[in-house]
């Protein structure tokens, strides 16, 4: 038997004006940085890291790269979000599919050199991390068509 779908308001395709979606975006990369950073602070609170991994400007425990990372993902999907707002029928179905896609192929990046030899505790972090960054910037993106359908 087939069945038919359809879409409510909230679910047709929008297009998010530039402003909107430089607010939204720049809203998203401050939330993702402070929950990241928080994220971090009760990690190290909890379990004790070697040095090698928290010390220093550049060790992947570190406030600065978590700050950088941050950015650099809310950025990248502040810019993805906008083009799938502008082409696909369900714009937030979409984008929450390829987030959860491109978070995914993010805990990759625990195959760095960097990460050589780091204890479980470490990748632990790091992945709790990359969930928390994906999910408050799916969270906060998919807002801005959402609020623009209300108004």
């Known amino acids: 038997m087939a069945s038919m779908t359809t879409m409510n308001n909230s679910e ?8 909107r979606l430089a607010k939204y975006g720049l809203l998203a990369l ?26 220093g400007a550049f060790g992947p ?6 700050v950088v990372n941050s950015a650099v993902a809310a950025i990248g999907a502040t810019l993805v979000y ?11 179905r979409t984008f929450t599919i390829i987030a959860g896609a491109a978070l995914v ?15 479980p505790r470490v ?8 969930v928390t960054a994906a999910v408050t910037i799916v969270a906060v993106l998919t807002q801005a068509t959402n609020q623009e359908a209300e108004s």
């Open 123 to 130: 990748f632990a972090i790091l992945a709790v991390m990359h």
């Open 105 to 119: 192929l993010s805990f990759t990046t625990f195959l760095a050199p960097d990460l050589s030899g780091a204890p």
């Open 30 to 55: 401050l939330i993702v940085s402070i929950v990241n950073i928080l994220v971090l602070f009760i990690g190290l609170a909890i379990v004790e890291f070697p040095a090698e991994f928290v010390g």
């Open 82 to 92: 906008g083009v799938v707002t502008r082409y696909a029928a369900r714009p937030n």
């Open 61 to 66: 425990l570190a406030v600065g790269p978590v």
């Open 12 to 19: 047709l395709s929008r297009s998010v004006g530039t402003f």
